[in-house]
């Protein structure tokens, strides 16, 4: 993983590439709602502030999000998740229909409301959040109609993502066939994990954790470390897990890439200018790493990729998707020199 012939030219192959690749994506899926305003006051009922509404929008988030980030770029997604019988179900269904993701095997189920979390921003600052779900396991008929859906998607499919939000889709009977079958047959699957479900991932090809969750993982106090305590935290979940690769976010300090192929670490430099709002980064490094190591990319061509489009993603309010010439012009600063890995 140390060659780093990487250039204008091999970007180019590699996001062309996405065209002819199809992903599997497994997980819950959700709406984010804001609702954008301005405070010029605090309520006599209590002490906290009046929003002045501006303006409401909803967009894709969980699942549903990695979905679009993959459709931006091109890549051709196959969701299987659950939501409720009720508005923001149907809302949520029309949402993936726009952006050409067929909804039709999302299992609409009786049993539970479609996740949405709703946020109250002023003046681009969150103020809270409250979330609308149910957050249990699904049932044995909920989780055999997705496997099924999955064997009937998988054989066309280059690549795996499970997107685990701990709503209830990702369970140990389901997950545990899903990778069985991954793994016996050689193809690609990437978790974006979820804490309390570490266990469950062990054989996954690459797990995309940031650094609290890395800590969690492993019942470590979280602090902000140094790189060698990154490293020396990266190997034991990597050794722990069995993974081929791991791709931990380090927030403003970048990333960090393990392969345990050649016991290789490298730091990636963040390539973001400005953070205005971390909501959805996950899903995008998960997203562009998956879609590009699926696609014939190195993993370090992969992670390069995916640090690039977090960098771009971050920048903006809410979650965002980006585009292939967006993420195309961004990398020029890889090629020439600058937030270079730091390889070791």
């Known amino acids: 993983m140390k060659d780093l012939k990487f250039s204008s030219q091999r970007l ?12 599997i994506v497994v997980g819950d899926v959700m709406l984010d709602e804001y609702f954008w305003g301005d405070v010029s006051r605090i309520s006599p009922e209590a002490p906290v502030p009046v929003l002045e509404v501006q303006s409401i929008s909803r967009r894709l988030g ?3 999000n990695v979905v679009q980030n993959l459709a ?27 952006i050409g993701c067929n909804p039709d095997s999302i299992l609409i189920s009786e049993k539970r409301p479609t996740t949405i979390k709703t946020r109250i921003v002023a003046r681009n600052q969150q103020i809270v959040r409250a979330d609308r779900e149910l957050a249990e ?26 997107s685990d939000y701990g709503k209830g889709v990702i ?48 019942g470590v106090p979280y602090r902000n470390c140094s790189d060698t305590e990154v490293r020396d935290l990266g190997w034991r979940i990597v050794e722990k897990l069995e993974l081929s690769y791991l791709l931990i976010t380090l927030s403003e300090r970048g990333m960090a890439l393990f392969d345990r192929s050649d016991r290789s670490f490298i730091h990636l430099p963040t390539t973001a200018q400005k953070v205005f709002d971390v909501t959805g980064a996950g899903d995008t490094v998960i997203s562009l790493f998956s879609a590009a190591y699926s696609s014939g ?23 965002v998707s980006v585009d292939p ?20």
């Not at 180019?12 to 992903?23: C, G, L, P, V």
């Not at 008929?141 to 859906?149: K, P």
């Not at 699957?189 to 469950?200: G, M, Q």
């Open 72 to 98: 931006k770029i091109g890549i051709q997604p196959d969701l299987l998740s659950v939501c409720g019988k009720d508005e923001n179900g149907v809302h949520l269904k029309s949402m993936l229909d726009k």
């Open 12 to 23: 180019k192959e590699i996001i062309d590439s996405f065209k002819k690749t199809s992903i």
């Open 297 to 319: 990319a190195s993993p370090l061509e992969a992670a390069i990729l995916a640090n690039h489009a977090a960098g771009i993603t971050v920048a903006e309010p809410g979650t």
């Open 171 to 218: 369970s140990q009977p389901l997950l545990g066939k899903i990778i069985e079958k991954c793994t016996s047959l050689k193809k690609f699957i990437s978790v974006d994990p979820k804490e309390r479900h570490f266990e469950l991932y062990k054989g996954v090809s690459v797990m995309t954790p940031n650094l609290k969750e890395a800590h969690t993982m492993l």
């Open 62 to 64: 969980g699942a549903a």
């Open 137 to 162: 396991d699904l049932d044995i008929q909920e989780s055999e109609y997705l496997w099924n859906s999955f064997n009937d998607s998988f054989e066309k499919s280059s690549g795996v993502i499970i």
């Open 325 to 344: 010439q967006t993420l195309l012009e961004n990398c020029e600063s890889c090629f020439s020199g600058a937030n270079e890995p730091v390889i070791s």
